[in-house]
C-alpha cells in the first residue's frame, strides 16, 4: 500500500478549524449527491437516509470483494478549495457532485493525521477521520479527464497523491448544516498519515 507523502503531518499546533459549506446525501447509488437542508448522522452509522450508511461497507467495489469488511467510509468530507483548483483546469465541480456528504471550507483535511475528531456544528456531530478518498474510474464518467486532476504523482518523490477529500466514521451523532462550524481535534501523537481506505 503506497504512502501518501504529499502533505506534512504537522498540521498547524491548534487548528483553528473551518465551516461548512455544504452538505449532501442520497438514497439510492448515484455518483453525485443532492444538497440539503441539513443531514442527521447516526453513531456508527453515517448519514441517516444514505446509501452508504451502514456498520459494514456499502460502496458496490468493496461490496464485491467483501461484504462483512468494516465501513471506514460512513461519511465523505471534501475541501471546497478543491472546487477552485479544478476550475483552473477546465473543470466546474459544486458542492455534493462528487459524492461527497459534508463540504467545507478552511480545513486543509488532506494534511490531517489518522484518527482526527471533527466536531461538526453545535449538535454534538463528531466524525473520526479514516482515511483518503480513493477515486475510481466512475469520476471521469462525470467529467472526463477529472481524474488525473484528483489523482496524480508527486513529482518528486513519486508518490500517490489524493486529493479528492477525506473519509470518516460517525463517533457521535447530531445534525450538520451549512453554516457549521468545525472544531479540529487532533488525536495523541505519533500522528499517522492519511492512506486510502
Known amino acids: 500500500m503506497a504512502r501518501v507523502a504529499e502533505r506534512s503531518l504537522t498540521p498547524p499546533a491548534a487548528p483553528e ?8 446525501s442520497n438514497g439510492t447509488y448515484s455518483f453525485t449527491k443532492p444538497n440539503r437542508d441539513g443531514i442527521t448522522l447516526l453513531a456508527g452509522l453515517g448519514v441517516e437516509g444514505d446509501v452508504h450508511a451502514g456498520v459494514t461497507v456499502k460502496h458496490r467495489s468493496r461490496m464485491a470483494q467483501d461484504p462483512t469488511q468494516p465501513n471506514l ?24 457532485e462528487l459524492g461527497e ?10 494534511a490531517l493525521p489518522t484518527g482526527t475528531l471533527l466536531h461538526l456544528g453545535g449538535g454534538g456531530a463528531v466524525v473520526e477521520v479514516t482515511g483518503l478518498r ?4 466512475q469520476i471521469d464518467h462525470f467529467q472526463d479527464g477529472l481524474l488525473k486532476r484528483v ?11 489524493r486529493k ?3 473519509m ?12 457549521d462550524a468545525i472544531r479540529v481535534e487532533l488525536p495523541a501523537e505519533p500522528h499517522r498519515p492519511l492512506e486510502k481506505v
Open 17 to 24: 478549524g473551518g465551516v461548512v459549506t455544504a452538505v449532501s
Open 73 to 96: 467510509r460512513q461519511v465523505h468530507l471534501m475541501h471546497e478549495e478543491l472546487f477552485a483548483e479544478l476550475a483552473a483546469d477546465g473543470h466546474e465541480v459544486r458542492p455534493g
Open 101 to 110: 456528504n459534508v463540504t467545507t471550507r478552511g480545513i486543509d483535511l488532506l
Open 134 to 137: 480513493n477515486p475510481c474510474l
Open 151 to 161: 489523482v496524480g504523482r508527486d513529482p518528486e518523490t513519486g508518490a500517490v497523491v
Open 164 to 166: 479528492a477529500g477525506v
Open 168 to 179: 470518516s466514521v460517525v463517533r457521535a451523532g447530531g445534525t450538520v448544516r451549512a453554516g
